[in-house]
Structures are given as C-alpha cells and as structure tokens.
C-alpha cells in the first residue's frame, strides 16, 4: 500500500506561470515532510520541507502547503523556469522513526520557454 | 565541502552474484541511509546505520546486508542477486535528530543480467 502518492506523472508549464505539485499521503503519524527535484544521473536534491505545525513554508521561489486534515501537500514554484525541468518527489517522515524517508512517485516537470 | 559520494557508478553483475557498494556521507552528518529506485518509481528505504549499527530497516530481505565504519562512511552488500534487483542505489546521510533533511548522494546503477 503506498502510503505517499503524487497522482500526477506529468505536468507541462509556460516559462512564468506558475506549476502546483501535489501530493496525497495515508499515515496520520507523518508529522515532517520534504520536497526533492531530481536531475537526470544526480541523486535528489533538497529543496524545502515543512513539519506538520505549520500549513505553509516558503523560501524564494518555491512554498509548500500542507492541508493536515486532508492529507494532502503542494508545491508551488513562481513563477517557473525553464531549469525547474526535472522530476519532483515528495517524502514524508515519521518523527519516532528516525529520518526514514517515504517517497511518492514522482512528477516530471516541464517548464517550456 | 565535499557533498555525498558513492562509487562505484555504474556496475554489472549476473544473477547469483554478490554487490558491495559505498557511501561516504557529507560532513558533519553522522546518519547513513540506503535507498533502492525501480525505474519511474520513487526511491524505496532499504536500512539506515547511526553510530555503526543498523538504526531501522525497510521491507527488505535478508540478502541486503550494511555496515557503518567509524569514520561514518557505510556499504550495502547484496547477495545471491536477482533480476530484480536491478535499479539505482542511493545512499543518503543527515544528522541523527528528526525533522533534519537528507543529503542524497549520485547513486550507483546497478545492472543485473
């Protein structure tokens, strides 16, 4: 049973708007969660994170949003930039279990010039 | 500051045989973590070692073996490989404490023919 799942496999954005990264988990005990962008042939790349105190958490460009009661979390990215183009994952952690990581499956960015 | 690396890169093995891979963690960081990524799938926790024993562990099987050394870098050992085995290994450090981000290395590509 997958646990974190970002429904979405694809997203295709202009230069300038705005893309929304969503996605869903089933644990109630997550209380952490973490953004990753992934370039081909590198391993994932930090980008922000939020704990479950808190529904939103920005740095530059990028927020996230966390809606506790609807397990749910999105990434913003404004506006959009063709070097955004890479695969996101969104992961969720449990603070009991250490920093173990659950990941979804990822989205594939496209950010068109 | 040296970020995460793992050799080797890439590596081919046929089934039955038995895969060493290393992980030296960024500095500072006193966790390791093991990750295995399936084509298009988001990477999957294997174990992770602190304070060179095995902290918590994934749902793998015994054939995935690691070990933490006192300088903190880690291996993971996989015997009697399966096809399916095959995949991207990520090795990942943080520090101990929760709500902390991991540091994600390049990977290594494992091929098993």
């Known amino acids: 049973d997958q646990q974190v799942k970002q429904n979405s496999p694809s997203l295709s954005v202009q230069e300038g708007r705005i893309s929304i990264l969503n996605c869903d988990y089933t644990n109630s005990m997550f209380d952490y969660f973490l953004w990753y962008k992934k370039y081909p042939a590198e391993g994932p790349t930090f980008l922000i994170s939020i704990s479950s105190i808190k529904d939103k958490n920005e740095d530059g460009r990028f927020t996230v949003f966390l809606n506790k009661s609807a397990k749910h979390l999105s990434l913003h990215i404004v506006p959009s930039q063709p070097g955004d183009s890479a695969v996101y994952f969104c992961?969720?952690?449990?603070?009991?279990?250490?920093?173990?990581?659950?990941f979804g499956g990822g989205t594939r960015l496209m950010v068109k010039p | 500051d040296a970020g995460v690396t793992q050799s080797p890169t890439h590596l081919i093995k046929t089934r039955g045989q038995q895969v060493t891979l290393r992980c030296s963690p960024k500095?500072?960081?006193?966790?390791v973590s093991w990750y295995q990524q399936a084509l298009g799938q988001g990477p999957q926790f294997i174990f992770q070692y602190y304070e060179e024993e095995e902290r918590q562990r994934g749902n793998f099987p015994d054939r995935f073996s690691g070990h933490q050394f006192p300088n903190y870098s880690s291996e993971l050992n996989v015997n009697a490989l399966l096809l399916g085995d095959s995949a991207l290994y990520l090795c990942a450090s943080g520090t101990s404490g929760p709500y902390n981000e991991q540091f994600f290395g390049p990977g290594t590509r494992l091929t098993v023919l």
């Open positions: 500095s500072g960081h006193d966790t």
């Open positions: 992961a969720a952690s449990e603070a009991n279990a250490g920093n173990m990581l659950t």
